[in-house]
């Protein structure tokens, strides 16, 4: 896809972070939008600013309140942006979320949570987007994994299986696709740190503290530190650059590429460098604290 001009996108997770900065940025270039979050209010508000944006080269913008991991939802909303639309050329299956906790003391219902969005949600939308891109003679599926989706964390494991998923879901389909000639193609983002709302929003088990040393409170805070290294608005325009090579795989941000050339480098022996690193780091209080197990155990009220 050389252009997006005059082109169809719909974007899921389009009322913050990185699918509001891709909402903004193409309404920029002139692609028509059809939007969704599962926040109404959040989505509508990115409605408005692409509508704004995008009044000079005559943007449509469409959105909508949806739930990614509703099957049947997310098909309608395909159908409805289809029709409303006249094609689509885009998906962009963005919306997620975070999850932290030992994966021994992981809660069934945080995972079947956290993977209903962040892996069936991708599998949703590029299932129920499939016939439409296809008719549009000139598709594109982008799948967001994450530097997660590469090298696996300590009280990641939920999240890490979802992004893996998705990496192995999407690298399967862009072989398909090449196959069989189709005139859809798939890239699987993976970002490194992007400062967005994701860990303000990300729901962290108590049980983390026992684990790390860091209460849950202390753990957000510094996870926040950790994401803030590429903003949403650099990274909608490496995604975005990203379509437009066709790449297989897009690193976003210097983080991601350097831990990339490092896990190929390393093999799995990356995870002893990370044990390593956890240690000494700001997600570790044990190091600094001597800390074992013996905290409290505060539970956000944002995080169940
Ligand atoms: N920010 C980072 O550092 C980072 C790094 C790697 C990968 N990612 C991935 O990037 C994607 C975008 O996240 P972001 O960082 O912009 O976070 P964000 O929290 O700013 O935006 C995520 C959006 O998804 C929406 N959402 C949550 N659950 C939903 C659901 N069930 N249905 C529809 N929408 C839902 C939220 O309301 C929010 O608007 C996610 O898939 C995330 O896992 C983020």
């Not at 026992?210 to 849950?216: E, M, P, Q, R, V």
């Amino acid at each position: 896809m050389k252009t997006f001009t005059d082109k169809v996108a719909a974007i899921t997770g389009a009322g913050s972070g990185m699918g509001r900065s891709l909402a903004l940025e193409l309404a920029r270039r002139g692609t028509h939008l059809a939007l969704s979050d599962i926040d109404e209010a959040s989505v509508a508000n990115t409605a408005i600013a692409c509508r704004a944006l995008g009044v000079r080269l005559g943007v449509r913008v469409t959105s909508q309140q949806l739930d990614v991991a509703q099957r049947d939802a997310v098909f309608a909303w395909a159908r409805d942006t289809a029709a409303v639309h006249g094609k689509v050329n885009l998906v962009f299956n963005n919306a997620g979320v975070s999850l932290s906790v030992p994966a021994a003391t992981a809660r069934q219902e945080d995972f079947e949570w956290l993977m209903n969005i962040n892996f069936w949600g991708v599998v949703h939308g590029t299932q129920a987007f499939l016939p439409y891109l296809s008719a549009s003679g000139d598709g594109h599926i982008v799948n967001t994994s994450s530097l997660f989706g590469i090298i696996a964390m300590p009280t990641q494991s939920a999240y890490n299986a979802s992004k893996f998923a998705v990496r192995g879901f999407t690298e399967a389909l862009r072989m398909e696709l090449d196959l069989a000639g189709s005139p859809v193609s798939c890239t699987c983002v993976h970002p490194g740190g992007v400062a967005t709302n994701i860990v303000t929003t990300s729901r962290i088990d108590d049980s983390i503290a026992a684990f790390t040393g860091i209460d849950a409170q202390t753990h957000r805070r510094r996870a926040n530190k950790l994401i803030d290294v590429t903003s949403a608005e650099a990274a909608a325009r490496q995604i975005l650059a990203g379509v437009q090579r066709n790449a297989r795989r897009v690193l976003v941000g210097p983080d991601a590429r350097r831990v990339d050339k490092l896990a190929r480098l390393l093999g799995a022996s990356y995870q002893a460098l990370v044990v390593w690193f956890y240690r000494r780091s700001a997600m570790s209080g044990k190091r600094a604290t001597g800390a074992t197990s013996a905290h409290s155990t505060t539970t956000e009220s944002s995080t169940h």
